[in-house]
């Protein structure tokens, strides 16, 4: 088998295992397909993730559960929420930066024979710029301005 459809191979049986435990099954019962023990026994990745899976599980399985109070549930949830909100994600600095330097880029190109021209250009960005963070700031309630 190649290095290539051993890596899908992998992936297959590892996303099927991860759906089939997900819905309730034990992993033990899983493993004892003939298409899933001819890829453990042939791929030593698959046997090692396999094996801690299963210590994972164990190790899952003797910690006591506690029942919580839904406050205390929805409190978390609520920040969490709050917080993943608030938080500003790779993706977003990265699209703001290529729009940011195209735009500057835009404004150089276009200004560049009138100084006064490209100053104004750049008040027009910074103006969008604070209105943005204006609308988009979270208020004192928890609430996003403008909503």
Known sequence: MTEANNCHDCKTLRSSLE???DSGAQLADLTSSSEIEKQLSSCASCRVWCEHTMDLIAAASVIPQFDVPEALTQRILVAVETERKASITVKEVVLTAIVLGLT????????FESVSGLLAWFAGVAAVAVLKVVLTA?????EVAGS
Request: glycine share 6%; aromatic share 6%; charged share 10%.
């Open 138 to 142: 979270p208020s004192a309630s928890g």
């Open 104 to 111: 500057v880029a835009f404004v150089a190109l276009e200004s």
């Open 19 to 21: 759906t089939k435990l």
